[in-house]
Protein backbone atom coordinates (compact mmCIF):
# COMPACT_ATOMS: atom_id res chain seq x y z
CA UNK A 1 0.00 0.00 0.00
CA UNK A 2 1.35 3.31 -0.72
CA UNK A 3 2.00 5.47 2.15
CA UNK A 4 2.17 9.31 2.19
CA UNK A 5 3.81 11.13 5.15
CA UNK A 6 2.84 14.86 5.25
CA UNK A 7 4.90 17.14 8.03
CA UNK A 8 5.16 19.05 10.12
CA UNK A 9 1.15 17.74 11.34
CA UNK A 10 0.58 20.96 12.86
CA UNK A 11 2.16 24.46 11.90
CA UNK A 12 1.96 27.87 13.41
CA UNK A 13 3.67 30.49 11.37
CA UNK A 14 3.57 34.37 12.01
CA UNK A 15 2.30 36.72 9.39
CA UNK A 16 4.78 37.98 6.81
CA UNK A 17 7.21 35.00 7.40
CA UNK A 18 8.03 31.73 5.02
CA UNK A 19 7.59 27.64 5.03
CA UNK A 20 7.28 24.97 3.29
CA UNK A 21 5.16 21.67 3.62
CA UNK A 22 6.75 18.55 2.79
CA UNK A 23 4.49 15.32 1.14
CA UNK A 24 6.75 12.06 0.59
CA UNK A 25 5.19 9.20 -0.79
CA UNK A 26 6.29 5.70 -0.92
CA UNK A 27 6.14 4.77 -4.13
CA UNK A 28 6.48 5.56 -8.02
CA UNK A 29 4.18 8.14 -9.11
CA UNK A 30 4.04 10.95 -11.01
CA UNK A 31 0.78 12.96 -10.36
CA UNK A 32 0.30 14.48 -7.12
CA UNK A 33 -2.67 17.08 -5.90
CA UNK A 34 -2.76 19.75 -3.28
CA UNK A 35 -6.26 20.29 -1.52
CA UNK A 36 -7.24 22.87 1.36
CA UNK A 37 -9.71 22.41 4.04
CA UNK A 38 -10.94 25.12 5.92
CA UNK A 39 -12.49 23.72 9.29
CA UNK A 40 -15.24 21.76 8.68
CA UNK A 41 -15.70 22.60 4.90
CA UNK A 42 -15.11 20.86 1.95
CA UNK A 43 -12.00 20.07 0.22
CA UNK A 44 -10.96 22.68 -3.10
CA UNK A 45 -8.00 21.62 -5.01
CA UNK A 46 -5.53 23.92 -5.26
CA UNK A 47 -2.42 21.97 -7.66
CA UNK A 48 -2.67 19.60 -9.83
CA UNK A 49 0.99 18.04 -10.40
CA UNK A 50 1.83 15.87 -13.66
CA UNK A 51 5.43 15.16 -14.51
CA UNK A 52 9.10 15.26 -12.74
CA UNK A 53 10.06 18.96 -11.99
CA UNK A 54 6.64 20.42 -12.16
CA UNK A 55 6.28 23.80 -10.66
CA UNK A 56 3.12 25.69 -10.19
CA UNK A 57 2.09 29.03 -8.06
CA UNK A 58 -1.02 31.01 -7.19
CA UNK A 59 -0.43 33.82 -5.29
CA UNK A 60 1.48 32.89 -2.18
CA UNK A 61 1.50 29.36 -2.47
CA UNK A 62 4.15 27.80 -5.02
CA UNK A 63 3.77 23.49 -5.31
CA UNK A 64 6.78 21.31 -6.72
CA UNK A 65 6.92 17.96 -7.74
CA UNK A 66 10.31 15.29 -7.50
CA UNK A 67 9.29 12.17 -8.63
CA UNK A 68 12.82 10.79 -8.38
CA UNK A 69 12.55 11.97 -4.79
CA UNK A 70 9.03 11.21 -4.61
CA UNK A 71 8.86 14.31 -2.57
CA UNK A 72 6.40 16.97 -3.37
CA UNK A 73 6.66 20.48 -1.52
CA UNK A 74 3.75 23.57 -0.60
CA UNK A 75 5.89 26.82 -0.22
CA UNK A 76 4.54 29.79 1.59
CA UNK A 77 5.28 33.10 0.85
CA UNK A 78 4.91 36.09 3.28
CA UNK A 79 2.09 34.43 4.88
CA UNK A 80 -1.37 36.30 5.67
CA UNK A 81 -3.98 35.09 8.15
CA UNK A 82 -6.09 33.83 5.36
CA UNK A 83 -4.07 30.86 4.46
CA UNK A 84 -5.24 29.13 7.65
CA UNK A 85 -6.55 25.99 7.18
CA UNK A 86 -4.98 22.15 6.68
CA UNK A 87 -3.67 21.17 3.84
CA UNK A 88 -3.14 17.77 2.34
CA UNK A 89 -1.11 16.43 -0.51
CA UNK A 90 -2.79 13.47 -2.42
CA UNK A 91 -0.83 10.70 -4.84
CA UNK A 92 -2.46 8.69 -7.53
CA UNK A 93 -0.71 5.38 -7.03
CA UNK A 94 -2.45 3.65 -10.23
CA UNK A 95 -5.70 2.16 -9.03
CA UNK A 96 -5.94 3.97 -5.58
CA UNK A 97 -5.78 7.73 -4.40
CA UNK A 98 -3.95 8.15 -1.40
CA UNK A 99 -4.34 11.15 1.14
CA UNK A 100 -1.48 12.63 3.63
CA UNK A 101 -2.33 13.17 6.74
CA UNK A 102 -2.50 16.61 6.20
CA UNK A 103 -0.84 20.07 7.96
CA UNK A 104 -2.79 22.17 9.67
CA UNK A 105 -1.54 25.85 9.30
CA UNK A 106 -2.25 28.35 11.44
CA UNK A 107 -1.44 31.89 10.34
CA UNK A 108 -1.21 34.37 13.81
CA UNK A 109 -1.52 38.25 13.32
CA UNK B 1 -22.50 24.81 -12.47
CA UNK B 2 -23.80 23.79 -9.51
CA UNK B 3 -20.12 22.05 -8.21
CA UNK B 4 -20.70 18.05 -7.10
CA UNK B 5 -24.30 17.68 -5.13
CA UNK B 6 -24.27 15.68 -2.02
CA UNK B 7 -27.61 14.71 0.33
CA UNK B 8 -28.64 14.45 3.15
CA UNK B 9 -25.82 17.07 4.57
CA UNK B 10 -26.72 15.34 7.83
CA UNK B 11 -27.91 12.11 9.42
CA UNK B 12 -28.17 10.68 12.71
CA UNK B 13 -29.77 7.28 12.97
CA UNK B 14 -29.65 4.51 15.29
CA UNK B 15 -27.33 1.29 15.44
CA UNK B 16 -28.61 -1.28 13.18
CA UNK B 17 -30.53 1.11 10.77
CA UNK B 18 -29.50 1.44 6.59
CA UNK B 19 -27.65 4.53 5.80
CA UNK B 20 -28.10 5.85 2.05
CA UNK B 21 -26.03 9.00 1.38
CA UNK B 22 -26.60 10.16 -2.55
CA UNK B 23 -24.03 12.27 -4.91
CA UNK B 24 -24.64 14.10 -7.93
CA UNK B 25 -21.44 14.71 -9.78
CA UNK B 26 -20.63 17.49 -11.83
CA UNK B 27 -21.51 17.28 -15.34
CA UNK B 28 -19.08 15.60 -17.89
CA UNK B 29 -17.35 14.40 -15.43
CA UNK B 30 -16.37 10.98 -15.82
CA UNK B 31 -14.99 10.04 -12.68
CA UNK B 32 -16.89 9.81 -9.39
CA UNK B 33 -15.24 9.08 -5.67
CA UNK B 34 -16.36 8.16 -2.40
CA UNK B 35 -14.30 9.23 0.82
CA UNK B 36 -14.45 8.84 4.54
CA UNK B 37 -12.85 11.36 7.10
CA UNK B 38 -12.36 10.88 10.46
CA UNK B 39 -9.97 12.08 12.78
CA UNK B 40 -8.77 8.74 13.80
CA UNK B 41 -8.42 7.45 10.38
CA UNK B 42 -8.11 10.50 8.34
CA UNK B 43 -9.00 10.74 4.90
CA UNK B 44 -9.91 7.34 3.18
CA UNK B 45 -10.59 6.49 -0.44
CA UNK B 46 -13.77 4.29 -0.39
CA UNK B 47 -14.44 3.10 -3.72
CA UNK B 48 -14.60 5.22 -7.48
CA UNK B 49 -16.24 4.83 -10.67
CA UNK B 50 -15.19 6.10 -14.04
CA UNK B 51 -17.86 5.54 -16.08
CA UNK B 52 -20.16 4.77 -14.09
CA UNK B 53 -18.87 1.43 -13.55
CA UNK B 54 -16.86 0.63 -10.27
CA UNK B 55 -12.79 0.81 -10.58
CA UNK B 56 -11.87 -0.35 -7.26
CA UNK B 57 -13.65 -0.50 -4.45
CA UNK B 58 -10.42 -1.98 -2.39
CA UNK B 59 -11.42 0.91 0.31
CA UNK B 60 -14.61 -0.34 1.04
CA UNK B 61 -14.14 -1.24 4.91
CA UNK B 62 -16.89 -4.37 4.88
CA UNK B 63 -19.86 -5.77 3.19
CA UNK B 64 -21.90 -3.43 5.28
CA UNK B 65 -20.85 -1.00 2.62
CA UNK B 66 -22.04 -0.79 -0.92
CA UNK B 67 -22.19 1.84 -3.71
CA UNK B 68 -23.69 2.13 -6.98
CA UNK B 69 -23.55 4.27 -10.21
CA UNK B 70 -26.81 3.79 -12.10
CA UNK B 71 -26.35 7.01 -13.90
CA UNK B 72 -23.57 9.18 -15.24
CA UNK B 73 -25.93 11.92 -12.52
CA UNK B 74 -26.20 9.93 -9.54
CA UNK B 75 -24.19 7.54 -7.13
CA UNK B 76 -25.55 6.03 -3.85
CA UNK B 77 -23.09 4.82 -0.84
CA UNK B 78 -25.52 2.53 1.33
CA UNK B 79 -24.56 1.23 4.92
CA UNK B 80 -26.66 -1.76 5.93
CA UNK B 81 -26.90 -2.10 8.79
CA UNK B 82 -25.10 1.06 10.40
CA UNK B 83 -22.64 0.80 12.97
CA UNK B 84 -21.34 3.67 15.95
CA UNK B 85 -17.75 3.39 14.40
CA UNK B 86 -19.64 4.39 10.50
CA UNK B 87 -19.46 7.75 12.08
CA UNK B 88 -17.63 10.29 9.77
CA UNK B 89 -18.03 12.94 7.25
CA UNK B 90 -18.44 11.19 4.16
CA UNK B 91 -17.08 12.89 0.52
CA UNK B 92 -17.97 12.91 -2.64
CA UNK B 93 -16.46 13.98 -5.73
CA UNK B 94 -15.75 14.18 -9.41
CA UNK B 95 -13.39 14.68 -12.12
CA UNK B 96 -13.23 15.17 -15.73
CA UNK B 97 -10.45 12.31 -16.26
CA UNK B 98 -7.40 10.77 -14.20
CA UNK B 99 -4.93 13.78 -13.79
CA UNK B 100 -7.14 16.31 -13.37
CA UNK B 101 -8.48 18.19 -10.19
CA UNK B 102 -11.04 16.01 -8.00
CA UNK B 103 -14.07 18.49 -7.21
CA UNK B 104 -15.90 17.74 -3.63
CA UNK B 105 -19.02 18.07 -2.79
CA UNK B 106 -19.92 19.85 0.93
CA UNK B 107 -20.02 16.67 2.53
CA UNK B 108 -22.33 14.51 4.42
CA UNK B 109 -22.07 14.39 8.59
CA UNK B 110 -23.19 11.06 9.95
CA UNK B 111 -23.69 10.42 13.30
CA UNK B 112 -24.62 6.81 13.95
CA UNK B 113 -25.98 6.60 18.02
Known amino acids: ELKVEQNPLFLSMQEGKNYTIYCNYS?????LYWYRQDPGKSLESLFVLLSNGAVKQEGRLMASLDTKARLSTLHITAAVHDLSATYFCAVDGGNQFYFGTGTSLTVIP | DAGVIQSPRHEVTEMGQEVTLRCKPISGHDYLFWYRQTMMRGLELLIYFNNNVPIDDSGMPEDRFSAKMPNASFSTLKIQPSEPRDSAVYFCASSRNRGYEQYFGPGTRLTVT
Open chain 1, 27 to 31: TTSDR
